[in-house]
């Protein structure tokens, strides 16, 4: 690690939330740790630290992602979400990937492949999000019987995904109904994993009687991202009523938004001070001369920017150096930020750009998007510094 520019991530607090999870939602068998995108940013190493609190399924969006965490040395069963082209089965039974079956066209090719050992399939129903799934009753029980023959396929798992959260929308319901009568030609009971649900939905729903797994992602890394209605003023108390009388107009079924479950964020993202320098009023600072200096100040410069995945959306907003917040000036640059500071600040002071002092959630909004992009922008060539109890367990260099 060359230059002082990296993100933390906080071992303990993600596997203090696995642990909150299953002792608040403790009635599944299958605990999905999707840690896909190279595990929402974090580093694809954090998967042997939420296996060993109690995720015991892995979910990845591709087969490369899914060989790079069994190079870890991780024997625990990885799904990956989307599909895998079928000339490389044989690369998905030699690390144990179990593959998705999306489509009709998909199967029928998948039929005719002979296959030399085990393959693990799961199938994904399209129940309303348009995306990828079958949608077709008579082909999902084609399909089940289709594998039921098929020399070395284990029909392992079913699921679908949900497109909302459906607190405010009729949605969540629907696709459940859909999910229901898509499968109601095959016996579920048979197919040893059933998921529906993702962290959302398992916080703002009862749960799927018939679901026995549950697909965790943005909550793994510390975010409840179910809507707040803040203090109970007239307005919150007008848009409570307002949604009251939309879900029972509609037939929403019960929602939970009152939840009580602590999360701990475990994402941080650190640099340092190259450079102090004190300008004078009226000197422009950074390319395009956008900003002008109102008054005799200092600078500093901090090595990180657009080419590290630091959007230029972060210009104007603050960082916090020595517990005190000052404001980046001037355009983000490809490898360099610079913020107005004072006279305290020092080459080779930290900088925290996102941390507890100045938290995802808050950068997020002033970016104009969410945690879940938030975390998945800083580009992997960014090392990321796992961290228990205070020390350093790895580094990743990607």
């Known amino acids: 690690m060359y230059r002082n520019t990296y993100v933390e991530v906080n071992i303990d607090n993600l596997q203090h939330n696995v642990k909150e999870i299953i002792t608040k939602y403790p009635d599944y068998d299958y605990y999905f740790g999707v840690v896909k995108g190279n595990a929402y940013g974090h580093s694809d ?62 199967y029928k090719k998948l039929m005719e492949v002979e296959l030399p050992s085990l393959l693990k399939v799961h199938i994904k129903v399209d129940t309303g999000l348009c995306r990828l799934g079958l949608n077709s009753k008579s082909q999902i029980k084609e399909i089940v019987e289709g594998f039921k023959i098929k020399q070395h396929i284990l029909l392992e798992g079913i699921f679908t995904h949900f497109a909302t959260d459906g607190i405010y929308d009729p949605s969540w319901d629907n696709q459940l109904k859909s999910f229901q009568e898509l499968t109601s030609e095959i016996d579920l009971t048979q197919i040893p994993i059933v998921h529906l649900g993702r962290s959302q939905t398992m916080l703002n729903h009862e749960k799927i009687t018939f679901a026995n797994g549950i697909r965790l992602g943005i909550i793994l890394y510390g975010y409840n991202t179910t809507p707040k209605l803040l203090p109970n003023d007239f307005l919150n108390r007008l848009r409570k009523w307002k949604r009251a009388y939309y879900n029972k107009k509609n037939h929403i079924s019960p929602t939970i938004t009152n939840i009580d479950i602590n999360l701990k964020t475990a994402f941080s993202l650190y640099s340092e001070v190259i450079q102090v320098r004190k300008i004078k009023k009226g000197s422009f600072v950074g390319y395009g001369r956008i900003y002008e200096a109102t008054e005799d100040m200092y600078v500093a410069i901090i090595p990180i920017g657009y ?92």
């Open 45 to 106: 190493k954090i998967a042997k630290y939420i296996v060993e609190s109690g995720i015991n399924y892995l979910a990845v969006a591709s087969l490369e992602e899914g060989i790079s965490i069994r190079k870890t040395g991780i024997q625990t069963p990885i799904l990956c979400l989307e599909p895998i082209e079928i000339e490389y089965l044989n690369e998905c039974i030699q690390n144990d990937i179990t593959i998705t079956v999306h489509d009709y066209e998909y």
């Open 307 to 398: 080419a590290d995945g630091f959007s230029r959306k972060n210009k104007g907003r603050q960082i916090v150096i020595k517990g005190k917040r000052y404001s980046l000036i001037g355009e983000v640059n490809m490898g360099m930020v610079i913020a107005k500071v004072d006279e305290t600040i020092h080459v080779k002071d930290k900088v925290t750009l996102i941390g507890e002092q100045i938290p995802m959630s808050e950068v997020a909004r002033y970016m104009g998007t969410s945690v879940y992009e938030g975390s998945c922008m800083i580009n992997s060539w960014v090392p990321r510094v796992l961290t228990k109890e205070g020390r350093v367990l790895e580094i990743d260099e990607k």
